[in-house]
């Protein structure tokens, strides 16, 4: 396995299909052998699938683990010793919740992954930041959630970091005001949760006639948008509402889990969503799990080459999707891009961070 | 006040220890210094010495010892 620092000095969208292809097999069955050796839940799991990483050529040969299975099992590959953190999936009543593992030296490879993806999308340096949610989700902290996770890991790229919204999740637009007074003529970072941003922060300027001057910012936003699709708000409709009440010009949506900020796959310019060069997705067939063609729609597999601590290097999602192309983007990154089509139907699952619920 | 005071002074009041908790206290290993109170602090270290951390600096932040290693890439001496 490649260490920390060969890892991070991969560009971010510069290997080409083939190159690309032989890393990641290399460094996943890797991965493999790792987990297998300390997580007896996955050994058994992986000799139950018959493979043997010896005998994989390519990656697309190791099974991919349900991501549900995070809620039924406590997945781990270190001891408690090493543990840094745990994240929880934010559940709702009645939802099992997901424990994802991370030592000190996973944790660490997120948030510099996460540096890297954010610095091409956003450039180098650290932005004036307002984060489009409440302090209330990540002052909880016997409750810290996917969606604080997600939180502090993007805040990374913030400075001078206000949030946009009150403990009670009403939009706070006195601190807001004085904020972009101060940073006037600056770009402006803002994250938030797809649906949080949508019913608390749109949707709110709208009802109060009220207008925010962001011309200049860049809104990155993830977590799903099954809320929003029982509105019927599609993506193209969620960019052109923002662009009404604060003259955002750049909307980017990511896919990824929140809680694992170092594998998400950011939109472009173009309206693509990109796999960088530690991560990729393979579309497979329901109904045998072989591998999709291009513009087949199918079940989205996630790999990943950061995950040291938990056997979460490849995963089958309950999302579906479907590859556009792979080293062929208009905007001149390489890598797979992709859709996401939505959930499937009767997934057990919400999307992540999507479950705040008004009391 | 000193740089050392108020070193100090920004781990006491961003992760609310004592002074005599602070100097041992590593990133993950105790509850005040969570990822929470990770951010807190890299805002009071900027605020009190006037600089603005590089992203790699704010993960590599990981002990107090560390923390003043990293600032005097900044030309700040604790």
Not at chain 1, 44 to 60: F, H, I, K, N, Q
Not at chain 1, 136 to 159: E, P, Q, T, Y
Not at chain 1, 270 to 284: N, Q, T
Request: aromatic fraction near 8%; hydrophobic fraction near 40%.
């Amino acid at each position: 396995m490649l260490d920390q620092a060969a890892l991070l000095a991969l560009p971010p969208y510069g290997l080409k299909r083939q190159e690309k292809h032989a890393f990641l097999t290399a460094e996943l069955t890797a991965l493999t052998r790792l987990h297998a050796a300390g997580c007896p839940e996955y050994a058994r799991m992986l000799a139950a699938s018959g493979v043997v990483p010896d005998g994989v050529t390519e990656y697309e040969q190791l099974p991919p683990l349900p991501v549900r299975l995070f809620k039924e099992f406590s997945l781990r590959s270190v001891p408690d010793e090493a543990l840094h953190r745990t994240v929880t999936s934010s559940g709702t009543t009645g939802q099992q919740v997901s424990r994802i593992y991370l030592d000190r030296e996973t944790a660490a490879l997120q948030s510099r992954v996460l540096a890297r993806i954010m610095e091409n999308t956003l450039g180098g340096s650290r932005l004036p930041m307002i984060i489009v949610d409440s302090p209330a989700v990540v002052k909880d902290r016997a409750m810290f959630s996917a969606r604080g996770a997600g939180i502090l890991g993007f805040s990374l790229f913030g400075r001078d970091t206000v949030y946009a919204l009150d403990e009670e999740m009403k939009l706070d637009l006195p601190t807001l005001r004085a904020f972009l007074a101060k940073h006037e003529g600056e770009t402006i970072f803002l994250f938030g949760f797809t649906f949080i941003v949508w019913q608390y922060f749109y949707a709110e300027l709208k009802r109060l006639g009220e207008t925010l001057p962001l011309e200049k910012g860049v809104l990155v936003h993830g977590g799903g948008w099954k809320k929003l699709a029982d509105e019927a708000v599609n993506p193209a409709r969620f960019r052109e509402a923002l662009g009404e009440v604060c003259g955002l010009a750049r909307v980017l949506n990511y896919y990824g889990m929140a809680e694992q900020t170092g594998s998400i796959y950011m939109e472009c310019e173009c309206g693509r969503l990109h796999a960088p060069v530690w991560s990729d997705v393979v579309i497979r067939r329901p109904e045998d799990f072989s591998v999709a063609d291009k513009g087949e729609k199918g079940l989205i597999e996630v790999v990943r080459v950061l995950p040291r601590s938990y056997p979460g290097h490849v995963l089958l999602t309950e999302d579906e999707g479907r590859i556009l192309g792979e080293d062929d983007c208009p905007c001149g990154r390489l890598g797979k891009t992709f859709e996401v089509l939505g959930r499937v139907k009767h997934a057990e699952v919400r999307g992540c961070s999507d479950t705040y619920e008004s009391h | 006040m000193s740089n050392r005071e108020k070193y100090l002074n920004a781990f006491v009041k961003a992760l609310e220890v004592t002074p005599g908790e602070a100097p041992a206290l590593v990133y993950g290993q105790s509850k005040a210094w969570d990822s929470v109170g990770h951010m807190s602090l890299v805002a009071a270290l900027e605020d009190t010495f006037d600089v603005m951390l590089e992203m790699d600096d704010i993960v590599d932040l990981s002990s107090f010892e560390k923390g003043k290693e990293i600032l005097r890439k900044y030309d700040v001496e604790i």
